[in-house]
């Protein structure tokens, strides 16, 4: 079988990378894999993966949305497509603007101490991280889109071949 794309998943958690690395092979895809943000930094930039996967929780509380901006900031990496893993619940909108939407959530009591918002737009798939530095200010990260943990194959395999057509 020929290999369709190369695909980068960073996670702290081997069992999670076993799981997706055994779904992905499976399909053809080349995966390559790594546990920090500086690893898959040097990784992404040896290997130039198709796409990278990356969970949210690492060493720190946002190393995953920390590696997704020092990736979209890479002249070299910044056309990578990312999906953001998490458990956090995922705020969809028709607002063609994911980040003004954002905004319009932190001004909202119901929504404003959130540490993390994650926005994403159902019909473009625009979709973005906006959460709170330890500093207290908000940090807004563009992305291609979430997968859910614990991963569901029916759902992986589709957002895959989305980001990779």
């Known amino acids: 079988m020929e290999t369709k794309a190369k695909i980068l998943i960073v996670d702290d958690d081997m069992d999670i990378i076993t799981v997706m690395e055994t779904i992905l092979e499976k399909e053809g895809y080349d995966v390559i894999t790594a546990g920090s943000k500086t690893e898959a930094l040097n990784l992404a930039k040896a290997e130039k993966p198709d796409l990278a996967i990356l969970d949210v929780m690492m060493s720190t509380h946002y190393e995953g949305f920390e590696l997704a901006q020092a990736m979209h900031k890479d002249a070299e990496l910044k056309n990578i ?47 973005g991280v906006d959460y709170r530095a330890e500093n207290g200010s908000s940090v807004w990260v563009d992305v291609n889109g979430f997968l859910r943990k614990p991963v569901d194959p029916s759902k992986l395999l589709p957002e895959v071949e989305k980001l990779l057509s």
Request: proline share 6%; glycine share 2%.
């Open 81 to 127: 497509p990312v999906l953001i893993q998490t458990s956090i619940d995922v705020f969809v909108t028709n607002n063609p603007s994911v980040q003004e939407m954002a905004r319009e959530y932190r001004k909202n009591p119901q929504y404003k101490d959130l540490q993390v918002l994650l926005i994403k737009n159902v019909q473009s798939g625009n979709a």
